[in-house]
Structures are given as C-alpha cells and as structure tokens.
C-alpha cells in the first residue's frame, strides 16, 4: 500500500508522535501532528540510550546530530558502594561499526533535534491543541481538534503518553499506570573526566552516572519509596545528599558536595503500564507510552516508542490494508515491549528487595541481547 498521499493525524508530539511524523512524511504520508503543549516543551536531566535507540536515530536521520549534542560511549560499568568497578556489560555496537553501543543526551536537546527534523519533514505540527471528537467509519475518522479544525484521516496515531486521552477514550478499560515502588531522582553536574560511560554503583539506592555531552554528566538515583507521595521541591538537595551518603567511593562524593540548587534536580515516582492486543481500533493505533510505558531500569522507553513509529510506518507500506497492517504491527511489536516493561519491573523488585544480584545482572545481560536484535 503506498503512503503517498494517506492522511494521518498523530495525536501527541513526544519521542514516539515526533519519530512516526518524521518516518510517514519520509515514506510520503500527509501528517498532521496535534500537541497539546502551547510551546511544546520538554524538560528534565538526561536520558540514557542503547544502541538500538541510535540504530533507529540512523534511519530517523538524526544520528549525527545526536552525536553532535549528546554523548556516545560503548558499555555500562558496575561498581561497588565503595568504588572498585567489578563488571562492564558490553552494549553491542547496532548502529553500525564506527558509532558507540549507547550514549546520553539532555532530553530537551533530544526533544529540540526530534522537533527540528518534525518540522523539517513538512508535518504539520499545531501546538496547544488536542482532540475533541473522533468518529469512525470503514474508511477512515473524521477528528474535531480544539483550534476548530475538522478533517477526514485514513488513520489516527494515539501518541499521547502514559495518561492518554485517546486510550482512555478507545479502550476505556485498558489497565491503569500503576506505581512501580520505586522513584528517580536526576541532576545535571559538570562532567567527571573518570565518567565516560554508564556507570553504576550497588547499594541500598542505585546511583549512576551518564555523560550527556562534552562538558557535562547527569546523575540519576534509584529509591525505593513504598508510598507514592509529594516530595517538596526545596528538600531537593538535602534528600539527594543524603542518599548518596552510604557510597564511599570518592567519585560520589565529590557528586554529593557538588549538588546545589543548580543542578536541575528531578523528582519522579515511576510509573508502568502494560496495554494488552488490541493496540488498534478501527482506524485508530496506539504507540509508545499509550501502550507499554517502562520503568526506565533498561533505559529503553524512548527507543521501543521510537521503534514503535519505524515498525507501524513499514506494516503501513508492506499491508494491502490499513486493517492488517495495524494487526501487522501490533504483533511484530508485543514480545520485545512485553519483554523490556516486564523485565524492567523484575529489575525494580529485586532491588527493592535487595533480592538475588545473579539473577539481576542475569535478566540484563539476556534483555540487552534481545534489544540488539533486528525489530
Ligand atoms: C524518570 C524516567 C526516566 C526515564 N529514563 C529513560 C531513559 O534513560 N531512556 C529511555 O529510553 N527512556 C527513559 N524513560 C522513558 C521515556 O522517557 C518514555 O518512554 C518516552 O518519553 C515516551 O515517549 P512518548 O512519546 O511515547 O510519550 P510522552 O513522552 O509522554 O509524549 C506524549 C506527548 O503527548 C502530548 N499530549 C498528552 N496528551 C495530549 C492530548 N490529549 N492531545 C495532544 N497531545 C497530548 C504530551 O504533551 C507529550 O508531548 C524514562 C522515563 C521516566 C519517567
């Protein structure tokens, strides 16, 4: 089936909304993109990515800029509460030979890079902007936006995150997020010239360093919270301190004094969800977080929504239909999003637990190894 000309609305502009607008309009689609954000912002530290995220950067064409404004390194590193490194996962080199197995970046530059490339695809992006009305037929949904639009698509991309308003209304008893039992806190530092991968230390909480550019690291810390309650925005720094307390090794202490009230300290309860198939209805697909928001102990959130908007963009070129290409999709994506929501959230109880570390650095290995295969 060709794209050229097919009129799809994408509803939601975060990683997933943004790759699907920039793969469609590649293959020729018309894309309309509706974001709900007057200034489409994004905020927050760093994020960690693996090398099928940057294989998918690749085909996305934004490879290079992330190369540019974020950082690549091959490999995480394990160490113990008190410094000595005792393991380096290897993180298989996807995006082809000369570009490092993972990386970082800040997430508003990621944001910034993505919608440069949305833009620059021709999507048509409205800002402040969400639907009102979708009523479907055979044929395609007629969508009534909030700045007055009303217009005939062929498909309908729900990319609305976690709290979707398009699932709740298409799939209105699709499972609730659920808190996971543990919060993220992450800070931007000058970086460390030690840090040059992922690093991680073992311990009580789970701290971590990432390089997100030339000059700077973000720091993210894993707690176990057993209430998901409010914590105050000017306790910040004395909280983080004072996780990083029971870590002697002397690069976390240096971390622990340099933290401020600069250093962009976010707070973040985690949150999970697992839609089961159907992902579609009629004409209307779910992609992303809509559909498997991850706990991010794999770093891999981003990159299954990402892939998510590669994979629905070939089904839609491959299918004689739209029908049997949203199925297409749907059941070439389950396994591997079951796969990171699920052993993510495995790796978040062993920790709360304090549980068995063999069968932690186990399901790693095995789920990096899954995510190094083609999608
Ligand atoms: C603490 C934390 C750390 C993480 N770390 C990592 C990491 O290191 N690596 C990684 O790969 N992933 C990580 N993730 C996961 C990753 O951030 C998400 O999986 C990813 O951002 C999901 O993108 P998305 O586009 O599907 O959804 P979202 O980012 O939620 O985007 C949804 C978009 O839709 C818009 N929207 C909402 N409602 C409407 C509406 N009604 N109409 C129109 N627009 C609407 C929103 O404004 C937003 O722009 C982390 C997540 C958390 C919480």
Same mark, same amino acid.
Request: proline share 6%; charged share 25%; aromatic share 6%.
């Given at each position: 089936m060709?794209?050229?000309?097919?009129?799809?609305?994408?509803?939601?502009?975060?990683?997933?909304?943004?790759?699907?607008?920039?793969?469609?309009?590649?293959?020729?689609?018309? $894309?309309?993109?509706?974001?709900?954000?007057?200034?489409?912002?994004?905020?927050?530290?760093?994020?960690?990515?693996?090398?099928?995220?940057?294989?998918?950067?690749l085909q996305l064409g $934004?490879?290079?800029a992330?190369?540019?404004?974020?950082?690549?390194?091959?490999?995480?590193r394990?160490c113990?509460?008190?410094?000595p490194?005792?393991?380096?996962?290897?993180?298989?080199?996807?995006?082809?030979?000369?570009?490092?197995?993972?990386?970082?970046i800040?997430?508003?530059?990621?944001?910034?890079?993505?919608?440069d490339?949305?833009?620059?695809?021709g999507?048509?992006?409205?800002h402040g902007?969400r639907?009102?009305?979708?009523?479907?037929?055979?044929?395609?949904?007629?969508?009534t936006?909030?700045n007055?639009?009303?217009?005939?698509?062929?498909l309908?991309?729900?990319?609305d995150?976690?709290?979707?308003?398009t699932?709740?209304?298409?799939?209105?008893d699709?499972p609730?997020?659920?808190?996971s039992?543990?919060?993220v806190?992450?800070?931007?530092?000058p970086?460390h010239p030690?840090?040059?991968?992922?690093?991680?230390?073992?311990g009580?909480?789970?701290?971590?360093?990432?390089?997100?550019?030339?000059?700077?690291?973000?720091?993210?810390?894993t707690?176990h919270?057993?209430?998901?309650?409010?914590?105050d925005?000017?306790?910040?720094?004395?909280?983080?301190r004072?996780?990083l307390?029971?870590?002697?090794?002397?690069?976390?202490?240096?971390?622990?004094?340099?933290?401020?009230?600069?250093?962009?300290?976010?707070f973040?309860?985690l949150?999970?969800?697992?839609?089961?198939?159907?992902?579609?209805?009629?004409?209307?697909?779910?992609i992303?977080?809509?559909?498997?928001a991850?706990?991010?102990?794999?770093?891999s959130?981003?990159?299954?929504?990402i892939?998510?908007a590669?994979?629905?963009?070939?089904?839609?070129e491959?299918?004689?239909?739209?029908?049997?290409a949203?199925?297409?999709?749907?059941?070439?994506?389950?396994?591997?999003?079951?796969?990171? $929501?699920?052993?993510?959230?495995?790796?978040?109880?062993?920790?709360?637990?304090?549980g068995?570390?063999?069968?932690?650095?186990?399901?790693?290995?095995?789920?990096l190894?899954?995510?190094?295969?083609?999608?």
């Amino acid at each position: 089936m060709t794209l050229a000309n097919r009129r799809i609305l994408i509803i939601g502009g975060g990683f997933s909304g943004m790759a699907a607008a920039i793969e469609l309009r590649r293959r020729g689609a018309e $894309v309309d993109l509706a974001e709900i954000d007057p200034e489409w912002r994004n905020y927050g530290a760093g994020i960690s990515l693996g090398g099928a995220t940057l294989r998918a950067f690749l085909q996305l064409g $934004v490879l290079d800029a992330f190369l540019r404004e974020g950082h690549a390194a091959d490999g995480v590193r394990i160490c113990l509460s008190h410094g000595p490194q005792v393991a380096e996962l290897p993180t298989p080199r996807l995006a082809g030979a000369d570009v490092p197995g993972g990386g970082a970046i800040m997430l508003p530059v990621l944001a910034r890079i993505l919608a440069d490339a949305t833009r620059a695809s021709g999507a048509d992006v409205m800002h402040g902007c969400r639907f009102s009305d979708v009523r479907q037929d055979a044929e395609g949904a007629e969508v009534t936006l909030t700045n007055g639009t009303r217009k005939r698509y062929d498909l309908v991309i729900g990319a609305d995150g976690l709290y979707s308003k398009t699932r709740e209304t298409l799939f209105p008893d699709a499972p609730k997020p659920q808190y996971s039992g543990q919060a993220v806190w992450r800070a931007v530092l000058p970086r460390h010239p030690e840090v040059t991968t992922a690093t991680m230390w073992m311990g009580r909480v789970k701290p971590g360093l990432n390089p997100v550019s030339a000059t700077k690291m973000y720091l993210f810390v894993t707690e176990h919270r057993a209430v998901n309650e409010r914590v105050d925005p000017s306790t910040f720094v004395s909280k983080l301190r004072e996780l990083l307390g029971d870590f002697p090794a002397p690069i976390i202490q240096q971390v622990r004094s340099q933290i401020g009230p600069d250093s962009q300290i976010v707070f973040r309860p985690l949150e999970s969800m697992l839609m089961p198939r159907p992902w579609f209805q009629g004409r209307v697909v779910l992609i992303g977080d809509t559909v498997h928001a991850t706990t991010p102990h794999l770093a891999s959130g981003a990159c299954i929504g990402i892939e998510d908007a590669l994979v629905l963009a070939d089904e839609l070129e491959r299918s004689e239909s739209v029908p049997n290409a949203l199925k297409a999709f749907q059941d070439r994506r389950w396994e591997r999003c079951r796969m990171v $929501v699920e052993n993510s959230s495995r790796l978040g109880q062993i920790e709360m637990e304090l549980g068995d570390k063999e069968e932690h650095a186990r399901i790693m290995r095995e789920s990096l190894i899954a995510l190094g295969q083609p999608i």
